[in-house]
């Protein structure tokens, strides 16, 4: 039976979509003539997993080049249909090479750091806590409002656009759990419900799809940027993490030492481990690091603490006390949410291999420690630009294994060409550039 059987015969295209290294969203639009297939793919260019976010082409030291075709297969399993755009059907799509999973695909990466987890009997359940801009235009940088933090002004001024994205993204399947405008100037936060890593990933792209074409329709433009205004609060896209076994969340444990599990407690101790080569991919452009400062919320030292918002990792209580999950900071929407969350999940099962033990957790603001006391206690400041980051990757086994080789190739390549040629920008050619990239 064809899987498009329960939706219009309106419909007149299937956009298969993929996200590549430089975290575009991009998509071949399938043109749907009868509704009897349940086979959906088009061909791209091996190339397409090589080419920066700057300009369509493709970078050098890749090991990819103009020869060599991939296909993009429909996940029918996420097919759904495009609230924003009448007569279109998205779907996500896997690369296949010669009918096997191809190793660059970053969506199979995300796959595979699932499967890996399966094996430790380990379900990693997520979700992206994006922020955004909403700006007149992308033009001059004028916000929609110039309200403060959870300003019911701005709740009003933007009442129209936000209730369309709300009613868009619960039409595709996700859950909306809260709204409020954020302290930057037509800054706002929707979260979204957590889910299974694979699906969480998905999520993340059909949110900052439906968000951009929401705001569109309604005249306006929204920004996932990192750092848009140089004296506003940036966009972060934490991510939130539990861990699951046998259907019950294990983050918790009362009688663990700060009442986390012991596999928590190994896998939060992975991820701080890793923390400075994961920022390659969490905080992949030079615009991330201009977010990530002191007293802002945004996770610049390397440290976790219990409902600590400076710190890196937070690990979040509950109102009785307990404890469901933990939060990255240092994670913006600039990310591939597929690396982002296969190369977490990678540095996770690293602390459970190795028993890694979690530090103390830092119970103040770590910006406010003086530098000698920060090295006493072993709070390091994490990497201030991407190409330190990229270094750290490139030497770490870990994650780069994980990755496997082409991907890891192909990732480093476009990193660094961006980083090429943004570190010469000023921060407005940077924004210009970049606007409207996430
Ligand atoms: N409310 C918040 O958590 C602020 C987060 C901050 N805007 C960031 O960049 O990460």
């Known amino acids: 039976m064809s899987v498009l059987k329960e939706f219009s015969s309106d419909n007149k295209f299937l956009r298969i979509v993929w996200c590549d290294n430089a975290n575009i969203i991009r998509s071949k639009s399938l043109r749907l003539h009868s509704k009897a297939n349940s086979i959906f793919y088009v061909g791209i260019s091996k190339a397409q997993q ?116 709300v009613d868009s993204v619960e ?140 710190a890196s990792i937070r690990v979040v209580s509950e109102p009785d006390g307990s404890i469901k999950h933990f939060e990255l900071k240092t994670l913006d929407a600039a990310a591939n949410p597929y690396l982002a969350l296969g190369a977490v999940i990678r540095a996770g099962i690293d602390g459970l291999d190795n028993k890694f033990k979690l530090p103390y957790p830092v119970q103040s603001d770590p910006g406010d420690i003086g530098d000698g006391e920060r090295d006493d206690l072993g709070i390091e400041e994490l990497p201030s630009c991407p190409v330190d980051a990229l270094e750290n990757l490139e030497n770490n086994i870990t994650i780069m294994n994980s990755l496997g080789k082409g991907l890891s190739a192909a990732y480093l390549a476009v990193k660094r060409e961006e980083w090429r040629i943004l570190k010469d920008l000023n921060m407005d050619e940077e924004v210009s550039c970049l606007i409207d990239r996430y």
């Not at 235009?137 to 300003?151: C, K």
Request: hydrophobic fraction near 35%; charge should be negative.
């Open 50 to 165: 090589a080419v920066p976010v700057i300009y369509d082409g493709v970078v050098p030291d890749s090991l990819l080049g103009p020869v060599g075709e991939v296909y993009l297969k429909a996940d029918n399993s996420t097919i759904t249909q495009l609230p924003y755009a009448p007569g279109h059907l998205r779907a996500m799509g896997d690369m296949y090479f010669n009918d096997e999973p191809w190793q660059y695909c970053t969506r199979g990466y995300l796959r595979r750091m699932v499967d890996h987890a399966g094996e430790y009997g380990l379900n990693i359940k997520a979700s992206f806590e994006n922020e955004f801009y909403l700006l007149k235009n992308s033009d001059n940088l004028e916000s929609v409002d110039s309200t403060p933090f959870a300003s019911t002004l701005s709740m009003d001024v933007n009442h129209e656009v936000i209730m369309d994205m």
């Open 171 to 310: 039409a595709q399947g996700m859950v909306v759990e809260q709204y409020y405008p954020e302290a930057g100037p037509g800054q706002q936060e929707i979260t979204i419900g957590y889910d299974d890593v694979l699906r969480a990933a998905d999520n993340q792209i059909m949110f900052r799809e439906t968000v951009n074409a929401v705001a569109l329709k309604h005249g306006i433009k929204a920004s996932f940027l990192p750092k848009i205004f140089p004296d506003s609060s940036g966009s972060g896209c934490h991510l939130h993490m539990s861990l699951w076994k046998n259907g019950e969340n294990i983050t918790h444990d009362p009688s663990g030492k700060w009442k986390l599990s012991k596999e928590a407690s190994y896998f939060i101790a992975g991820v701080l481990h890793h923390l400075p080569s994961l920022m390659a991919i969490t905080t992949p452009i030079s615009n991330s690091y201009k977010r990530i400062k002191p007293h802002s919320w945004s996770g610049k030292y390397k440290c976790w603490g219990l409902d600590n918002r400076e």
